[in-house]
């Protein structure tokens, strides 16, 4: 169970090569070392996690998980419980695709739309069953401000990541009663390896520096945040800029 100061004693990271999701567990883990359950795809990036945080002294499970294998998330997640109760899950894997693939091949525009929407409500329902037979814990969802109005450059992701974010909202008031915290994190342009090429937007972060955002967030029970936080107010204007204007930004 999350301590008084914020501290969990366990964390569940689906996607668990995420490099935001690492940098959060690492960052819990600096407090102690922590029962950690890793799902992701079998692997050398899923072994390097691994012993990377069994060296900080973290008891570590691996499980495997595909995202496009919706049938098979609701077992995922049960497994990851059958250890003991999850302080924190955190919803961590997606991907960014090529936009301009992606509004015309229709191949590639479905599988983001299964990974980034469609099995983040998956794991999402699945995890949801399971906080709520516990009454307690802290649920993540790392979605991104893309999701908060749709750009030319990037539509078709930021479409599917309004569907997550959305999905999480009303998740974060079905599961309030039952004691549970659901924190949805919006972050802007992170460098990674997801982005990695890609020319680097305003206010561009870090893994590190996402993951200091979410720490707070979980341990002061904050249910949206953006990273950095100024993102907040840069969004607040893009949403109210007329459309005329709106498809002129170099954005």
Not at 84 to 99: E, H, K, Q, T
Not at 140 to 152: K, P, Q
Not at 161 to 182: I, P
Request: aromatic share 6%; charged share 20%.
């Amino acid at each position: 169970m999350i301590d008084a100061v914020g501290n969990p004693q366990s964390i569940l990271l689906l996607g668990g090569t995420s490099e935001i999701g690492l940098a959060t567990v690492r960052a819990f883990a600096a407090d102690r070392p922590l029962r950690i359950v890793l799902a992701a795809r079998p692997g050398p990036r899923l072994d390097a996690a691994r012993a990377e945080l069994e060296a900080l002294g973290c008891g570590v499970e691996t499980i495997e998980f595909d995202a496009t294998r919706i049938e098979t998330h609701p077992e995922v997640v049960k497994k990851a419980f059958a250890g003991g109760d999850i302080d924190v899950a955190v919803v961590a894997f997606g991907l960014l695709g090529d936009n301009e693939k992606a509004w015309t091949d229709v191949d590639h525009a479905v599988e983001l739309a299964q990974v980034n929407y469609t099995a983040t409500v998956s794991t999402g329902v699945a995890l949801a069953e399971r906080f709520r037979e516990q009454g307690h814990g802290s649920l993540v969802a790392i979605s991104s401000v893309a999701g908060e109005r749709a750009r030319r450059s990037n539509f078709v992701y930021g479409s599917t990541k309004a569907g997550m974010d959305a999905f999480y909202t009303g998740l974060t008031e079905a599961l309030r009663e039952f004691g549970v915290t659901v924190t949805i994190v919006r972050p802007g342009f992170v460098h990674s390896k997801m982005t990695e090429g890609l020319d680097a937007a305003p206010l561009a972060t870090t893994p590190q520096a996402v993951a200091d955002v979410i720490v707070d967030a979980v341990r002061t029970g904050k249910e949206l945040v953006w990273a950095p936080a100024p993102m907040r107010f840069v969004m607040s204007a893009l949403r109210h800029v007329p459309r005329p204007i709106f498809r002129r930004l170099p954005i």
